[in-house]
């Protein structure tokens, strides 16, 4: 099981990867284990904004849904078009490449100061143990 | 209060071939290895292993054995033959169902017969057969000492006959025999299945699980073969239409309504719940079991409402899944008569959406 340094986590098993006021959002490696394959990610939120904890879309694996939750609040700006039905339609890369080509979606933060209760790696890794 | 989960002796196999474990009807059981769709695929095209240990067998034997089972199963034992086993289930004396099962006749008098229940029923299951037992039947529970392998796939029975002197071809659809496969005796190889694709089941002592495992993993074969978990146990079920009991079918569902009626006897002499199941079907029911095939990407899900096209609720979704065979969302659930019919066009109510989906018949693959 893989968890980057460079990124924090939230309870639900998100990952936030922050760049100035930009963050990218993705499920953490634990969890794209936990849910097997995944069949399909729907995202129809980009555009809006959004507090902390707040479905941002769903992810469907062959034998269970999930909601995604934003770790921190903001405005979604893009839905990685790897996984768009419209687009690259290709949801496995979250298995494949959590933390990388299967990142989900981009954000404008709203406040930098929910970042502080995200986990980091260690405390993350605790969580899952 | 929390039980101390049982475990199959294949256990350390299972973790050091990286599956991952899940409690399951009190068992800790392997859910998958690799890949849920790669194993399910696995078995449609070439050999899958399950380990379904946790299944409970019991031993009913004696000189009123056969009168006793044809009291509490729905179907008609007295038409086995010897080497023959059979699907039932145990109505519930309300109109329910207990749990369904297989029925094996052991020999040629109608004193031996195994029966194999679901894992998570097999308390329930011996309490209400020891409660019902108005006859000189001997109930056991076997299921700790019993082991229990599922070889399934097209190339199963090739892969196997390289393992056994029984001659497979002779062992039919619901047919056994006892057999070797390599240097373990008495193994029963039983030609039945939960995946659609042939194959077969071989019951063992538990003391040798881990060697019949090791034979089948360790024989040099061209024939690829797969170890499979769970989840892909139940979408390879789901696409067949089988029942899951605790999902399609429980205390409160009738077999008529499962579309179990094709194990449900009516005619025979007498049995718990004939006198309620022969005015049902009179009557007609009223709900059904049906498949459905859903045009959307989300897939529908135990419990989700089925409504008509006007969203009004007529139903609710039992099992759930992306097909890995046809690559779309699958179920199966229970709908007001009316709205039973193939090709009838309803909606699945996923909690914030409702997707559109047709009844089908099922199964919902055909296998060659």
């Not at chain 1, 979604?76 to 790897?82: D, G, M, R, T």
């Not at chain 2, 063992?204 to 146990?233: E, H, M, Y």
């Not at chain 2, 179920?331 to 996923?350: C, D, F, H, L």
Request: proline share 4%; glycine share 10%; aromatic share 8%.
């Amino acid at each position: 099981m893989n968890f980057p340094a460079d990124i924090k986590y939230s309870k639900e098993h998100e990952w936030i990867k922050v760049e100035d006021d930009i963050a990218t959002i993705g499920i953490t490696d634990f969890a794209q284990s936990e849910l097997g394959d995944l069949v399909y990610i729907e995202v129809d939120t980009v555009g809006e904004t959004l507090e902390k904890d707040a479905i941002f879309g769903t992810a469907e694996a062959v034998k269970t849904t999930s909601d995604l939750f934003m770790p921190i609040g903001g405005e979604v700006l893009e839905f990685n078009s790897e996984l768009d039905e419209n687009e690259g339609d290709n949801p496995s890369l979250i298995n494949e490449s959590p933390y990388e080509d299967g990142w989900i979606i981009k954000i404008k933060i709203a406040d930098a100061v929910e970042l502080d209760d995200l986990m980091d790696a260690d405390a993350y890794k605790e969580l899952v143990a | 209060m929390t039980d101390q989960l049982k475990s199959t002796p294949l256990k350390e196999t299972h973790i050091a071939l990286g599956a991952k474990m899940v409690p399951f009807a009190g068992f800790e059981m392997p859910i998958q290895y690799t890949s849920l769709v790669e194993e399910h695929l696995a078995v449609r095209n070439s050999v899958g292993v399950f380990d379904v240990s946790h299944m409970g067998e019991f031993m009913i034997e004696g000189p009123e054995a056969l009168d006793f089972i044809q009291h509490v199963i729905s179907n008609d034992a007295s038409k086995l033959v010897p080497g023959q086993a059979q699907y039932a289930c145990l109505p519930n004396g309300k109109g329910g169902i207990v749990d369904d099962l297989i029925i094996y006749k052991m020999d040629d008098t109608d004193e031996k017969f195994m029966m194999v229940v679901n894992a998570s029923n097999i308390e329930k299951d011996f309490r209400w057969l020891l409660s019902n037992n108005r006859f000189a039947a001997r109930i056991t529970d076997i299921s700790d000492e019993i082991g229990l392998l599922a070889v399934q796939g097209p190339k199963a029975k090739d892969f196997l006959q390289g393992l056994t002197h029984t001659n497979l071809d002779e062992v039919g659809f619901y047919r056994f025999t006892i057999g070797n496969i390599g240097d373990i005796e008495d193994v029963i190889i039983s030609g039945t299945g939960y995946t659609g694709s042939g194959g077969f089941e071989l019951y063992v002592k538990s003391g040798q699980l881990v060697k019949l495992w090791n034979i089948l993993f360790d024989r040099k074969s061209d024939i690829t073969i797969a170890p499979v978990g769970l989840g892909a146990r139940d979408t390879l079920r789901l696409e067949m239409g089988y029942c899951l009991y605790g999902n399609d079918i429980d205390d409160t569902t009738s077999p008529l309504e499962a579309g179990l009626g094709w194990i449900t006897k009516l005619k025979k002499e007498n049995f718990i719940d004939k006198e309620f199941l022969v005015e049902q079907k009179a009557k007609g029911i009223g709900k059904k079991l049906v498949g459905f095939k859903v045009n959307d990407r989300r897939v529908p899900r135990k419990d989700y409402v089925i409504e008509d096209l006007n969203g009004l609720p007529i139903g609710k979704v039992t099992s759930g899944t992306q097909s890995p065979s046809l690559g779309i969302p699958i179920g199966m659930g229970y709908v007001q008569i009316a709205y039973s019919k193939p090709e009838i066009e309803i909606r699945i109510n996923t909690g914030r959406k409702s997707i559109n989906a047709i009844i089908s018949s099922t199964p919902f693959i055909k296998n060659s």
